[in-house]
Structures are given as structure tokens and as C-alpha cells.
């Protein structure tokens, strides 16, 4: 049951979430980031190990990867935002769902992006004699970031049902 709030009223006042619906929140859009940027870590450190072609001639490779995980990611993050919980039941877009959505779990789940970081540190390096020469895979990691950091909440956020939603179904 998401509320008990009677439907003729005129604008009826949604109660804060409860505990129990921001644990579920953050849980679901943490696993997502996490198995996002776990997901291109492991991509980035195996690639060169199975494709021993230069950087310039892998990193497209990288890219195509990294744009269908993130498509994914973002799926995942739709469908999750949606579909029911059997305790809590239907997650409803509110101020404070919308907010815990972006603040926690950009605090726990965003350094788990620092891995894919040192991989497109080294990545950079490659093949230089001295500094930097492959500026795109530290750009690349910085795409993957505001995808994980921005776009994956931001579309969790957009895709939590509104009050009206929520009741249609009859959660």
C-alpha cells in the first residue's frame, strides 16, 4: 500500500517517505552505478589483454562499450524506478525521494568510479614517451562519470511514478 490518502480532496498532502522506501531507493540506484562502473572497469582492464592493437586502434572499441553500457544502465535505471517493491511498494516522485536519489547515492556509490579512473590513467599513458598523449580516455571517464553521477539518477528520478500513477495502479 503506497498511501491512505483520500482521493477526494483537492490536493491532497503526500506523506515523507518512509524509511523503508529510502533504503529501497538508494539500494537500487547504488547497485545500478556499481554495476555500471564495475562493468566498464572490467571491460577496460581486459581489453588490452585480448586486444593487443594500439590504443588509437582500440579505443573505439572503448567507446562503443562504454555508450552501450551506459544506454543499458540507463534501461535499467527506468525499470527499476518503476516496478514495485512487495514491502514498500510503488516508489512515488517526491522532493525528498527525488533529493536522496542524487545525495546518497552520488556519496556512496560515486568513488566506486575511481577504479575506471587509474584504468584510464594508465590508458593515457600508453605508448607516451613523457605526460599525457591519449587526453580521450581521461574524456571518456569523464563522460562515464556524469552518465553514472547525473543521467543514471537523473533518470531514476524522472521515471518514479507520481502520486496520481501510483494510485492508478492500485498499490
Not at 75 to 94: C, F, I
Request: glycine share 6%.
Amino acid at each position: 500500500m503506497v498511501d491512505h490518502l483520500p482521493l477526494d480532496e483537492p490536493n491532497p498532502q503526500a506523506p515523507l517517505p518512509t524509511r523503508a522506501t529510502l533504503t529501497l531507493l538508494v539500494g537500487r540506484v547504488t547497485t545500478i552505478k556499481l554495476a555500471y562502473w564495475a562493468a566498464l572497469t572490467a571491460f577496460e582492464i581486459a581489453l588490452p589483454l585480448v586486444d593487443h592493437r594500439s590504443f588509437a586502434d582500440r579505443f573505439p572499441l572503448s567507446i562503443g562499450i562504454a555508450v552501450l553500457t551506459s544506454i543499458g544502465a540507463l534501461v535499467w535505471a527506468r525499470q527499476a524506478a518503476r516496478a514495485p517493491d512487495r514491502v514498500v511498494g510503488v516508489l512515488r516522485r517526491t522532493i525528498p525521494t527525488v533529493a536522496t536519489t542524487f545525495a546518497a547515492t552520488t556519496v556512496v556509490a560515486s568513488p566506486a568510479s575511481l577504479p575506471l579512473l587509474i584504468v584510464e590513467r594508465e590508458r593515457s599513458l600508453e605508448g607516451c614517451g613523457v605526460g599525457t598523449c591519449h587526453v580521450e580516455a581521461l574524456l571518456l571517464w569523464v563522460a562515464v562519470l556524469v552518465v553514472g553521477t547525473i543521467l543514471v539518477p537523473g533518470v531514476f528520478a524522472a521515471s518514479l511514478r507520481s502520486d496520481g500513477d501510483a494510485r492508478w495502479l492500485g498499490h
